[in-house]
């Protein structure tokens, strides 16, 4: 498949709960010649600035970090401040999902073409809706806990909490929304999203 720059452009969400596949899904459509965009490296370049460093810091009531005079958020602190607190999830969630769409919108509007946004929390935030589409690729639970153990050396009770904080996948209701689902071997799903990329871009 060759893309079309006469098409007009679509901003797409890929979305997913932890483990079901959403990263291969990037690589896949990269492949296919189209822009992807990772919502967690946006967070991750946002909240390296210093302002944004100290502020999300002072939220969490966490230390601030210095590395050469630079105020550096601490990720590993704040991530166990807010695993077992909602409030302070929520508090941290909504001032970085602001920054995060803020520039989502910025990088859209510099491309020439359909561009694919992988957003982990896209319906924890309520953000759907700032898309054209949405792909929702769905895993059974066990092999999303193999999936992770293997890539991040994590127990899987561990791994248990952060599924049950996220959106509830297992019992998604019907959607309007592109399900991909993740049940076969991995040249299958493959072939599976690049067919959904490409329904996606002809009926544009």
Do not use: W
């Amino acid at each position: 498949m060759t893309v079309n720059n006469a098409q007009k452009k679509l901003k797409v969400a890929v979305t997913g709960g932890i483990g079901s596949g959403k990263s291969l899904a990037m690589k896949v459509i990269s492949s296919l010649g189209y822009p992807v965009f990772s919502a967690d490296d946006i967070y991750a370049e946002i909240i390296s600035r210093e302002e944004n460093a100290v502020a999300c810091s002072k939220l969490l009531g966490i230390d601030v970090l210095y590395v050469d005079d630079k105020a550096i958020f601490d990720r590993a602190a704040a991530s166990k401040k807010v695993f077992d607190d909602e409030v302070l999830r929520n508090k941290l969630n909504e001032y970085a999902h602001k920054l995060v769409y803020e520039e989502i919108d910025n990088i859209f509007k510099n491309q020439t073409k359909t561009t694919f946004f992988e957003i982990p929390l896209l319906f924890e935030s309520g953000r759907q809706n700032d898309f054209d589409r949405v792909i929702v690729i769905l895993r059974d639970r066990g092999e999303r806990i193999k999936s992770v153990e293997i890539r991040d050396g994590k127990n899987a009770g561990f791994i248990e909490k952060i599924i049950s904080a996220q959106f509830d996948y297992d019992n998604m209701p019907a959607t309007e929304h592109t399900i991909i689902r993740n049940d076969k071997d991995r040249s299958s799903f493959i072939e599976r999203v690049k067919k959904v990329v490409e329904s996606i871009v002809v009926s544009q």
